[in-house]
């Protein structure tokens, strides 16, 4: 694994029309099969690992994910580009805001997809 921290850290505007301003505080690169971590102050997980292939940008949405209080959606904004956002589960007042500030719209709820418990 290599880290690049940004010092001082780029600061850009989300969108043209946004008052959220970005802080990019580093670039990562990783070899296939490694693997970072990053915690929430309340010790939830989210995984981010490289393959040979491409990545697993998060653990199983439907089971991991909403285990450690996170739910996921499939979200689009209005230019019609479609993001995945993991949202802890305390949040999701903050989350609605969001989304009308930003006007953007929840497609579908990816957590909300079952899985069969006994092949987990």
């Known amino acids: 694994m290599k880290i690049n921290n940004k010092t001082p850290a780029r600061k850009f505007r989300a969108s043209k029309n ?3 301003e ?3 505080q580093a670039d990562i690169t990783l070899l296939p099969n490694e693997q970072i971590t990053f915690l929430t102050e309340n010790g939830a997980e989210f995984d981010f690992i490289r393959k040979d292939w491409g990545y697993y940008a998060t653990p199983s949405i439907n089971r991991r994910l909403r285990s450690f ?3 996921t959606a499939l979200v689009q904004n209005t230019k019609g580009h479609v993001y995945i956002f993991v949202i802890e589960q305390e949040k999701m007042q903050a ?3 969001y989304c009308k500030n ?3 719209t929840v497609l579908m709820w990816l ?3 079952s899985c069969d418990d ?3």
């Open 118 to 120: 006994s092949n987990n």
């Open 18 to 20: 946004s008052n959220i």
């Open 111 to 113: 957590d909300k997809i």
């Open 95 to 97: 989350f609605d805001t």
């Open 102 to 104: 930003e006007d953007q």
């Open 22 to 24: 970005i802080s990019h």
């Open 69 to 71: 209080g996170f739910h």
